[in-house]
């Protein structure tokens, strides 16, 4: 086994591989980039070391740099984790000739199944089942029209060196063809460098069914089951599950042998992905083979009892695997969730942001020995994620918080345990998929299992159907949340008399709370008496008081119940988190804003990360309220700051060009009146 490692990736995947290294007593090295000096893959690994500025290009992409770190630092191997230079022939070649060994399959196999075209012309002479289609060399527009014509519409095409859902084009009949084939092209030779393609029938209603393959330099080759990942956004994954529903044995073997044949053929070395689009009646073609660990291995994990990364590490060292396949055996049903920065209401738009707050479900680890093969009993709830509360989710990476994963005796208990755990995982300040992945939870067709790449468009009007009204639990958490920040402001335990804002004291002790939400504004009446408050607001009348208070956790005495619940204070917004719902509530507080100017302080700092893009004054400008100060740019979108009043600009501390975090002043300002 090696002594020490070079880990050339950043988030969850990063700690993924730490974590094991670590238990396998492998020291790691951290490469980070200036945007992740503080993040969590930097304190999670021995070492680590800076690589450049933040964007990919010059950083995690440096190769060269990358290795003259591990050189440097006496690592003996190179982790690529997934993304950027994991599938990368050249940068596995000079891993390579540097004396290092790189921790994926040999530069060979990358090659042979880099591109879509290639891999399927190889894949065709192993016998492994292709969708109709053409991959030619010849890219001639008539004849790819000819091809279309030949193998029936729907057809798709795509880029040969396409990934990530990006460069396809779907078309649906013949007057179409050419002008998607040149739109194809274009995002082609734009987003990879090169513009040929391929076309292949189109199937209607498929699933994305894969098989997890590992093979040793010695010989052996065997799978580790399938993968269904049909529940996707944009051609991209979302949820993905071990084993995949309805899958006969038979089928799967039939599967397996095809993925690892497909394997074989290329004379793969360690952890590879071979993906088939399976047709509604079962029959199964090869799409591609991802030649790295996927972002969904988890799951096979959980179903197998094995740690993937630790085969890797043992492979890569020139180990055999561990098991055979007759003695490998899979157990329950695990499924991973990905949890985005991203709007789904928005067509799945990432989102950049401050994670103001978040807390995630625990993670529920039981490890007993089930049998004499060293099958474990696998987490019932697993973690996944690079980035801890007040890190941000920045433009430069993939918008990936956590992969939230759950292991069940069967599917149904699987799903259970996810919606669990996310009514657990609580995200403020930015927007995320947190409620769109519980709303999938419940939604009977992800729940009988009548799965294909097609459901979340198919099932739009049920999964976007987003409640607004507030239930009455979640309106009297906000108000016990209020009530408890100003009782502990106070110093007082909850007497009006102590209490210093926002409440009117009249001869009843009453006060009213007013509580605005995107369903309306609620105003409550709280009476305070003996026996702590009452609540009056829409017909109900009920006792309030707090048994018991935590940070954000509150446990409530509300009529005659007993409920939990989460209020996050972000400012005036108060985020409700009660039995798996979570609703936004802003505080009107008439009495905090009477003395507020018009905009004080506000506007002058970044709302969000970015970059400034324009600055229209300098030091010494007079402006007017209004006038345009600068410009930031951030997710692609301007934002122009403005003078909140008349005045002269002190300062102005960022040029054209420069990032900025989100709260960051931007100008010094001085009113005319001051
Ligand atoms: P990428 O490399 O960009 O991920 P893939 O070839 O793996 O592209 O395809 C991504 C997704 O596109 C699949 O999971 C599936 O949803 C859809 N897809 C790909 N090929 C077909 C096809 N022939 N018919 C229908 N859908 C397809």
């Not at 993905?240 to 042998?257: V, Y």
Request: proline share 5%; with cysteine.
């Amino acid at each position: 086994m090696f002594d020490k490692i070079l880990i050339a990736n950043r988030g969850e995947i990063a700690c993924r591989v730490a974590a094991t290294a670590r238990r396998l007593g492998v020291r790691t090295v951290a490469v980070y980039s200036d945007a992740d000096a503080g993040s969590r893959h930097v304190t999670f690994a021995d070492e680590a070391v800076r690589i450049g500025p933040a964007p990919a290009r010059d950083s995690y992409l440096q190769g060269a740099a990358i290795i003259a770190v591990a050189r440097d630092h006496g690592a003996q191997a190179i982790h690529p984790g997934y993304g950027f230079l994991s599938e990368n022939e050249a940068f596995a070649r000079t891993v390579a000739d540097a004396g290092l060994v790189f921790i994926g399959p040999p530069p060979r196999a990358l090659a042979a199944m880099g591109s879509k075209s290639e891999a399927k012309a190889l894949m065709e002479k192993a016998a492994v089942p292709l969708v109709p289609g053409y991959h030619g060399a010849d890219q001639d527009p008539g004849l790819l029209a000819a091809e279309a014509a030949r193998i029936g519409y729907p057809v798709l095409i795509k880029a040969a060196l396409g990934g990530g859902g990006k460069g396809m084009r779907i078309v649906t009949a013949a007057p179409q063809f050419a002008e998607m084939l040149a739109s194809c092209k274009r995002e082609a030779a734009a987003s990879f460098g090169d513009d040929r393609v391929l076309v292949e029938k189109y199937l209607q209603r498929p699933r994305h069914v894969e098989v997890q393959v590992f093979a040793d330099a010695h010989g052996n080759c065997l799978s580790l089951f399938e993968r269904d990942c049909s529940v996707q956004r944009r051609h991209q994954k979302v949820i993905e599950e071990a084993p995949a529903p309805g899958m006969s044995a038979e089928r799967r073997r039939a599967m397996g042998e095809a993925a690892v044949a497909a394997a074989r053929a290329v004379g793969y070395v360690g952890a590879g992905t071979v993906e088939f689009i399976v047709d509604a009646d079962g029959t199964f073609f090869f799409m591609e083979m991802n030649t790295r660990l996927q972002v969904e291995h988890p799951v096979t994990e959980m179903i197998t009892g094995h740690d993937l990364v630790e085969w890797q590490l043992r492979v890569a060292a020139g180990g055999t695997l561990p098991v055979t396949q007759q003695q490998l055996a899979m157990r329950g049903h695990a499924i991973e969730a990905r949890v985005y920065a991203e709007n789904p209401e928005k067509g799945f738009l990432p989102a950049i942001g401050t994670l103001k707050h978040m807390s995630m479900p625990a993670a529920v680890e039981f490890r007993r020995n089930l049998d004499d093969n060293g099958f474990h009993d696998p987490a019932a709830v697993r973690i996944d994620s690079g980035v801890r509360p007040g890190d941000a989710i920045s433009p430069h990476y993939d918008p990936m918080i956590a992969k939230l994963i759950v292991w069940g005796e069967d599917r149904a208990q699987a799903i259970a345990r996810m919606r669990a755990a996310l009514a657990d995982f609580h995200i403020v300040g930015l927007a995320n998929n947190v409620d769109f992945l519980a709303r999938l939870m419940d939604n009977p067709a992800f729940v009988a299992a009548d799965l294909d790449t097609g459901l979340i468009e198919r099932e739009r009007e049920r999964l976007f159907a987003i409640e607004i009204r507030v239930p009455e639990d979640m309106l009297a958490a906000a108000c016990a949340r209020v009530l408890a920040d100003e009782a502990a402001a106070s110093g007082a335990n909850g007497d009006p008399f102590d209490m210093r804002n926002g409440w009117r004291l009249n001869t009843t002790y009453s006060r009213t709370l007013t509580l605005a939400s995107a369903h309306g504004v609620h105003d409550v009446l709280l009476d305070y008496g003996r026996d702590g408050w009452r609540y009056r607001h829409g017909g109900h009348d009920e006792a309030l008081a707090i048994a018991a208070h935590d940070g954000s956790r509150l446990r409530l005495r509300f009529g005659h119940r007993l409920l939990t619940a989460s209020v996050v204070r972000d400012g005036d917004d108060l985020h409700v988190f009660c039995g798996g719902r979570h609703r936004t509530l802003r505080l009107v507080d008439v009495i905090a804003h009477a003395g507020e100017r018009d905009g004080d302080g506000a506007g002058l700092v970044a709302p969000m990360p970015g970059k400034v893009i324009a600055v229209h004054v300098a030091a010494g400008s007079q402006v007017s309220k209004g006038t345009p100060l600068l410009v930031m740019e951030a997710m692609k979108m301007e934002h122009t700051i403005v003078a909140p009043d008349d005045g002269t600009v002190d300062a102005v501390l960022y040029a054209a060009g420069e990032q900025v975090a989100e709260g960051a002043p931007l100008v010094t300002f001085a009113r005319s009146d001051a």
